[in-house]
């Protein structure tokens, strides 16, 4: 069965580095997203990507966060100068259409 | 603001018996709503999903309800198994807002056999 993929499945950082999380999306999905979840929080959309543009983003994603499809089956999200508060669990997600979301198992990310 | 939230934050239900989860919405703008299962260290998992203009939908040992006049949704899971416990969270969204789904805070349910 056709899965997202993330990696690395666990990141520890230095605050003001950058990290740069990737995801292999559903190879037929047209639409690309990524979430987080804080440790016993809800999940909370940060940016949503379609035709090679960001389509949405949600205050979250300032100026530090950017995304890029840089070849056919990768989507990144780069962190510039890693918070304390950036300290989450990253979810990648796929769709066909603006419906059903496969999400990955996730990248943990630990911002010392 | 929109929210969507949840009555109850951990459910404990009996292995063969039904479980019941609930969540609210405020913006009744939404017309897509989906639960998601997430299991420890994994993503959220694609459970079931409904549209506005329906107020059931059934799937394998799952039913949703959608109540568009109280903004309520649940889930009903048949004959709990083990394997059900999680936490379950509902999203919703509207088509105004594209793919951006707001979460729910989530419930926990436990299965003790």
């Known amino acids: 069965e056709p899965e997202v993929t993330q990696t690395p499945s666990h990141q520890v950082t230095q605050m003001g580095q950058e990290v740069i999380l990737r995801c292999v999306p559903i190879?037929?999905?047209?639409?690309f997203y990524w979430y987080r979840q804080i440790l016993g929080q809800k999940v909370e959309f940060l940016v949503s990507?379609?035709?090679?543009?960001?389509?949405?983003k949600s205050e979250i994603f300032d100026d530090q966060f950017s995304v890029e499809r840089p070849d056919g089956s990768n989507f990144t999200l780069k962190i510039r100068s890693t918070k304390l508060e950036d300290s989450a669990m990253y979810f990648c997600?796929?769709?066909?259409?603006?419906?059903?979301?496969?999400f990955g198992e996730g990248s943990r990310l630990t911002v010392l | 603001g929109e929210s969507v939230g949840l009555h109850l934050p951990t459910l404990s239900v009996q292995e063969g018996d039904n479980s019941i989860i609930n969540c609210a919405y405020s913006?009744?703008?939404?017309?897509?709503f989906i639960w998601y299962k997430q299991e420890s260290g994994k993503g959220p998992q694609f459970i079931i999903d409904?549209?506005?203009?329906?107020d059931k939908r059934q799937g394998q040992r799952v039913t949703v309800l959608l109540n568009k006049t109280v903004k309520h949704l649940s889930l009903q899971i048949a004959a709990t198994q083990p394997g059900d416990s999680a936490v379950y969270f509902c999203?919703?969204?509207?088509?105004?807002?594209?793919?951006?789904?707001?979460f729910g805070g989530g419930t926990r349910v436990l299965v003790k056999p």
């Open positions: 409904i549209r506005s203009n329906m």
């Open positions: 999203a919703e969204n509207t088509e105004a807002a594209g793919n951006k789904l707001t």
């Open positions: 913006n009744s703008a939404s017309d897509y």
């Open positions: 990507f379609y035709n090679n543009e960001i389509s949405e």
């Open positions: 190879s037929n999905h047209l639409y």
């Open positions: 997600a796929s769709s066909v259409w603006t419906g059903e979301l496969f």
